[in-house]
């Protein structure tokens, strides 16, 4: 409660009606250009806040490059989007209004000006803020409805507030499999020497692996340091999301070597809901997450983080570590996670690209040293 309490800035109190401003805002298309796109387009509350796509799509079916995380909990972020380009919920409902590839207006006045000639808007803006609406106060209204966002009535809550029954023996094997052998404590709890029943992230950026293969991460690294300007929080935001240099991740907005490629951890409260996965959205079960972290991948990744490495997990470990996932579910969203674990478990059944039971197994693979060479970097082959 006190974490609640505290994350609201002393600038931005809570109240309920801005609250509910807030809220008819994030379902408003009259955000975008066009009108096509509201903030519910890609963070749907029927899928706990996400919107099932591999990556999103904007204003004229226009393609993003990142998977819509959800909303639930952002409160207590210590960093907003997956690579911590917005430091407050303010700072991150105002950058998808006018990216071009999400709601594309030209500018957070643009936006400003549309909504204010709604008669029903301009009336309570004035009523909770006293004075006509504006940019400051438009982003504040929207986060202040997704600040309200949050769950935590999961049957996992009621097991450990002493319901021994509240989840079954398998999630239970696999709540223990959680901080122990599948090495997750490592990223999804405040501090890896104690469990964490509570937020489920580190708060920090991790490269994983995921992407390496599929980009030149030295050649984009190297174009990022020389095109991005990492005080200029639009271009990054574009990079991010319009651009193959979202691959980089941290490392856009730090330049730090150490950084590239690593995202937030996210917080796992309705993970069974919000897939896919990973920020590409590039893996379609839990079992193929599970499959992604067993075999310790990212063997080429000269920076994977030091705590990859292969789990010898076996398919009944797996299945316990999702069982405890799953057990995440918040109330309102029971039905939907059987299904969807239904939908999973059948898939993971017939499709598994990820699994590799040889480097499960195996010893940790030697790790590239980073060699990153911007002088005398040779230029991609262009496709026949």
Excluded at 9 to 21: F, R
Excluded at 47 to 74: E, W
Excluded at 104 to 132: K, M, N, T, Y
Aim: proline fraction near 6%; charged fraction near 25%; include cysteine.
């Amino acid at each position: 409660m006190e974490a609640t309490l505290a994350a609201a800035p002393a600038d931005n109190l809570q109240t309920p009606e801005k609250i509910a401003l807030g809220e008819k805002l994030f379902f408003d298309g009259r955000l975008s250009v066009d009108g096509t796109v509201a903030c519910s387009t890609c963070h749907d509350p029927a899928r706990a806040f996400s919107d099932g796509r591999v990556v999103s799509i904007g204003v004229k079916g226009r393609v993003g490059q990142r998977n819509a995380p959800t909303i639930l909990s952002a409160l207590y972020n210590t960093a907003q989007f997956w690579d911590g380009r917005a430091k407050t919920l303010e700072e991150q409902a105002g950058f998808p209004i006018i990216n071009p590839s999400e709601m594309g207006q030209p500018s957070l006045d643009a936006a400003v000006a549309r909504i204010a000639a709604v008669p029903e808007h301009d009336q309570a803006f004035r009523a909770v803020f006293g004075r006509p609406i504006n940019g400051t106060d438009l982003v504040r209204a929207i986060a202040s409805y997704e600040r309200s966002q949050f769950s935590f009535d999961s049957p996992f809550d009621h097991f450990i507030a002493g319901d021994k029954n509240a989840i079954s023996d398998s999630a239970k094997r696999g709540w223990e499999l959680f901080n122990t052998k599948a090495r997750c404590i490592k990223c999804h709890a405040l501090s890896e020497e104690k469990r964490d029943p509570t937020y489920f992230t580190d708060n920090d950026f991790h490269n994983i692996g995921i992407g390496i293969i599929r980009h030149n991460v030295v050649a984009l690294a190297c174009k990022a340091e020389q095109e991005i300007d990492s005080g200029k929080a639009i271009d990054v935001d574009r990079a991010a999301i319009q651009s193959d240099m979202s691959v980089l991740g941290r490392f856009l907005i730090t330049k730090k070597e150490a950084d590239i490629a690593s995202f937030k951890t996210p917080d796992l409260r309705n993970v069974l809901i919000t897939a896919p996965y990973f920020h590409d959205g590039s893996q379609a079960t839990l079992w193929d997450v599970l499959d992604h972290y067993n075999k310790g991948d990212g063997m080429k990744d000269p920076w994977l983080d030091e705590d990859m490495q292969p789990l010898a997990l076996s398919e009944s470990e797996i299945d316990d570590v999702v069982a405890f996932l799953a057990t995440l579910t918040s109330a309102p969203y029971q039905q939907r996670g059987a299904e969807e674990l239904a939908r999973q478990r059948a898939l993971s059944r017939t499709s598994r690209p990820q699994r590799d039971t040889a480097r499960v197994f195996g010893p940790k693979p030697i790790q590239p040293k980073p060699s990153r060479d911007c002088v005398n970097l040779q230029p991609e082959p262009k496709p026949q």
